[in-house]
């Protein structure tokens, strides 16, 4: 990818084209649970670039304002919330959710003039969600499937990624390196083993792609040799700007991630795993908890992994060496975040060499582009009507005379009436 194109693709602060893109989309901002009651201790939020802060207010209302006073700059993370607001531990200073100020002891007269940058969320899905973009442009709550299920048929993680969020979301749209980096946890994590996908996966490291263009997105349709008379369709979903849809591993959950920048050299990898229709397993819930799968283990007390830049991930050579795990790093997830990580902050896409199996990665970054120019020329970001968020991945064994993409308009078509997917 060219220079320029790379620029404006990676560069998501207050006013780059990029950044005004996504903040029309509601931006995941942090777990339900972070704030967990009423004037709560608050939670300090960088997104896109923005140092925020996140507090519920006594009425239970999560709030997501700037992180510093309007009088001093002090950072309200040390403010007291309380009554109805957060209120700045230097001066007293109180503002509430919507970033007015309630009170100004020493000039009570200037309070209603003085605000502090404040975006309007919701919570769905165990996340709070902030919409950062114009007001009248403010679109519907997001309808993603995982979103919308019983709380009891969910389970969603996050944790930091030390990189650009395009060179992590790009992983996502990459089937191709679970029959490398994954290949060996395939038959052993919790969330991925006894699934016959494996053996797809693990016997034909040279998927074809036959991508879609769609409204949502992109539907990405990866082909493996199946058995004699069939192939193996993983078919990931692309939806704009940031989320991607798992194709699911046998009886296991269905599997999602989100990609959110923090800033231009970090990101939040949100990881979902969901039923439609009953409640995860407890043994699955367990594992999940405990970082298998799509999750990972932490730092005490941080959303940053226990495997991370810093320690080399945990590189074990001697499972290396042993075919216990391709890479060397544990975990699906740790093994996605090292690569990424390694190819350093920002990835300098100057000096890739794409091959076929990237095709779905250059249509994604082609697509984001286009939605930028198009987006400065007046013309309207896709997938804003929740509606077009309805879909769903899937892994298939289909004839070989049959066409994935036609058979994905029934099967995937509706998916309040179709059946999961999934070998
Ligand atoms: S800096 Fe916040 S009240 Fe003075
Ligand atoms: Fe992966």
């Known amino acids: 990818m060219d220079k320029d194109t790379a620029e404006i693709l990676i560069r998501t602060g207050p006013g780059t084209p990029m950044g005004k893109l996504m903040r029309r989309y509601w931006v995941p901002a942090l777990l339900c649970s972070e704030i967990p009651e009423p004037d709560c201790p608050p939670v300090r939020v960088k997104l ?12 239970g209302r999560p709030g997501l304002v700037e992180e510093f006073c309007a009088h001093r700059g002090a950072s309200l993370f ?14 007293g200073w109180k503002y509430d959710i919507n ?12 309070a209603p003039k003085v605000r502090i940058k404040a975006y309007p969320c919701v919570e769905r899905g165990d996340i709070v ?127 999602a991630h989100i990609w959110v920048p923090v800033d231009d050299a970090n990101c939040w990898a ?39 830049p810093d320690n080399d991930w945990l590189v074990d050579r001697s499972a290396q060496k042993n075919g216990r795990s391709f890479s060397g790093v544990e975990g699906f997830a740790i093994q996605d975040a090292s690569l990424q990580e390694s190819m350093g902050p920002i990835q300098d896409y100057s000096r890739e060499s794409l091959v076929p199996t990237d095709k779905a990665i250059v249509m994604a970054r082609r697509r984001l582009a286009r939605a930028v120019q198009d987006l400065e020329k007046g013309i309207e970001p896709p997938a804003l009507d929740p509606g077009s968020q309805r879909v769903r991945s899937a892994s298939v064994l289909l004839d070989r005379s049959i066409k994935a993409h036609e058979w994905s308009r029934t099967a995937l078509g509706d998916i309040q009436k179709e059946p999961i997917y999934t070998v």
């Open 129 to 255: 969600w902030a919409y950062m973009g114009p007001a009248e442009r403010r679109p519907e709550p997001p309808e993603l499937e995982w979103c919308l299920v019983l709380p009891s048929h969910r389970y969603v993680s996050k944790r930091l990624q030390q990189c650009g969020y395009l060179q992590a979301m790009e992983g996502g749209i990459d089937t191709t390196h679970a029959s490398w980096v994954h290949r060996y946890e395939l038959d052993t994590d919790p969330m991925h083993k006894q699934a016959a996908a494996n053996k797809y996966i693990k016997a034909d490291r040279n998927a074809v792609f036959d991508i879609e263009e769609v409204p949502h997105g992109l539907t990405i349709f990866g082909r493996r040799n199946g058995e004699p008379d069939s192939y193996y369709w993983r078919i990931t979903q692309w939806v704009f700007p940031w989320y991607t849809l798992i194709p699911p591993f046998g009886p296991h959950a269905l599997g």
């Open 99 to 110: 970033g007015r100020c309630l009170e100004l002891p020493s000039a009570p007269q200037i």
């Open 48 to 59: 896109l670039g923005e140092r925020l802060l996140a507090f519920r207010d006594t009425q």
């Open 270 to 308: 949100w990881n979902i795993n969901f039923f439609p229709d009953k409640p995860l397993p407890e043994d699955e819930l367990r594992a999940m908890k405990e970082g298998k799968g799509i999750h990972c283990r932490y730092v005490p007390g941080t959303f940053v992994p226990a495997a991370n």
């Open 78 to 91: 040390l403010g007291r919330n309380e009554e109805g607001g957060i209120r700045c531990s230097y001066h």
